[in-house]
């Protein structure tokens, strides 16, 4: 697995150590909870997975296009709660990346999530306030608050964080070519 570990600067400030204590505490929830399972020595175990409901299209989006956006992030979150891998993988373009406190591509998402299911259960994701903004007719961001909560063997893992996604229209359907997650830590 390639993880790229970002560049430390030499000096260190005061607002060099806020920004650190950000990005440490930046890791998604559900990476939270891979953590969470690697020190109570809990990873490899299984667990039985909750009954998921068959997945959505993203083909049935509204019909404005800032509806079609939403619901294409809203199926983003499904697939990835649900860890419908297949279906997630067709969600985000060939070149995708997520940031967080690394950096990922798809395969490495979907290896990740793959990893998770069968000893955590993720919860709903909610989109909260969102906005979307078109940079062209191809291609919008999304930004917006969410909730995210992932229980592994009776230890539940909840936060809420500020997420931005790109999506790029092609061949007539939206892929996710960029998902981005920072803790929502107020006063630092």
Not at 5 to 14: F, Y
Not at 25 to 52: C, D, F, N, T, Y
Request: aromatic share 6%; net charge positive; glycine share 4%.
């Amino acid at each position: 697995m390639k993880l790229i570990a970002p560049q430390r600067p030499v000096e260190t400030s005061r607002m060099d150590c806020r920004r650190g204590l950000r990005r440490t505490a930046a890791l998604m929830p559900h990476l939270l909870a891979g953590l969470v399972l690697i020190a109570a020595g809990l990873e490899g175990r299984s667990q039985a997975k909750p009954h998921v409901s068959a997945p959505h299209s993203v083909a049935a989006l509204p019909a404005s296009p800032t509806e079609e956006i939403i619901a294409a992030e809203n199926t983003y979150n499904r697939y990835f709660v649900q860890g419908n891998l297949l279906e997630l993988k067709k969600v985000m373009s060939a070149d995708f990346a997520t940031v967080q406190e690394l950096i990922w591509d798809r395969d490495q998402l979907v290896d990740f999530v793959k990893q998770m299911q069968p000893v955590c259960h993720f919860f709903p994701i909610k989109i909260v306030e969102p906005t979307v903004a078109f940079l062209s007719p191809d291609v919008a961001t999304i930004v917006y608050h969410a909730p995210e909560t992932a229980s592994c063997r009776g230890k539940t893992i909840a936060g809420n964080v500020n997420i931005s996604s790109v999506w790029v229209k092609r061949d007539g359907r939206w892929q996710m070519q960029l998902h981005t997650e920072n803790a929502d830590l107020p006063g630092l």
